[in-house]
């Protein structure tokens, strides 16, 4: 079956630091890639997304792109802030009529002033 | 973000009430999903309802009952739950293609069981 393990967090930076969060992949066939972020008493919210490989998926300053041929899909930013703190959640969906996401563990972020 | 919003936003319950979480997309898609979030758990799909078709998780006990009138709405009716039901439950809507889709999440229900 389809499986996501993301870095184990919590993760604490700087503000201004760079950020990488590793996120790698099991799954049949060609998958689409996700990342979705949760900010504190919300719901999740799109991040970034590949659709194929050496896609890069880019927003408000994180990227990702699909590796194939390391099944990872690792998510970096290179300067955050402290408004970036949330948990983020790498996730995959492979193909079929009931398309189902299949989520990591999520790594909860926290940026420092 | 209005595309999905679910009702209520908290709710408490005992364990022998009846009641219903709310799902409502404006996005026009044509699937509709409910997801448990649990702490320290992974997320947790629980039922799907795409292009009309239900798909279910068998693991998800019976007193967790989905409904889904028409592809706009999608409802989650509980009854008789027990305290290790309280989680936030997610609601997502997608539109399936043969490429590809993107499931968008409403805020969720915090629900707590007594």
């Known amino acids: 079956g389809n499986s996501v393990t993301q870095m184990e967090g919590p993760v604490t930076l700087s503000e201004e630091a760079f950020l990488t969060i590793n996120c790698t992949y099991t799954?049949?066939?060609?998958?689409?890639l996700f990342w979705y972020v949760q900010y504190p008493g919300e719901g999740l919210q799109l991040l970034l997304k590949?659709?194929?490989?050496?896609d890069k998926g880019s927003n408000k300053g994180f990227e990702a792109t699909y590796r194939k041929e390391t099944t990872s899909f690792h998510l970096e930013k290179g300067s955050v802030q402290v408004s970036d703190s949330a948990v983020y959640f790498c996730?995959?969906?492979?193909?079929?009529?009931?398309?189902?996401?299949?989520f990591g563990s999520g790594t909860q972020l926290t940026v420092l002033p | 973000e209005t595309g999905v919003t679910q009702t209520p936003r908290h709710l408490v319950m005992g364990m022998t009430n009846k009641k219903s979480l709310k799902c409502e997309q404006h996005?026009?898609?044509?699937?509709m999903y409910w997801y448990k979030q649990s702490a320290k758990k992974p997320l947790e799909l629980m039922f799907v309802?795409?292009?009309?078709?239900?798909?279910e998780n068998n693991s998800v006990p019976s007193r967790f009952s989905p409904e889904c009138p028409n592809s706009s709405h999608l409802f989650l009716h509980l009854h008789t739950l027990q305290p290790e039901d309280s989680a936030l439950y997610l609601c997502?809507?997608?539109?399936?293609?043969?490429?590809?889709?993107?499931?968008?999440f409403g805020p969720g229900t915090r629900l707590t069981v007594l």
């Open positions: 590949a659709t194929k490989a050496d």
């Open positions: 996005l026009g898609h044509n699937a």
């Open positions: 997502a809507s997608s539109q399936v293609t043969i490429n590809t889709d993107t499931q968008y």
């Open positions: 799954a049949t066939g060609y998958p689409s």
């Open positions: 309802y795409s292009l009309e078709e239900r798909v």
């Open positions: 996730a995959l969906i492979s193909s079929g009529s009931a398309r189902q996401l299949t």
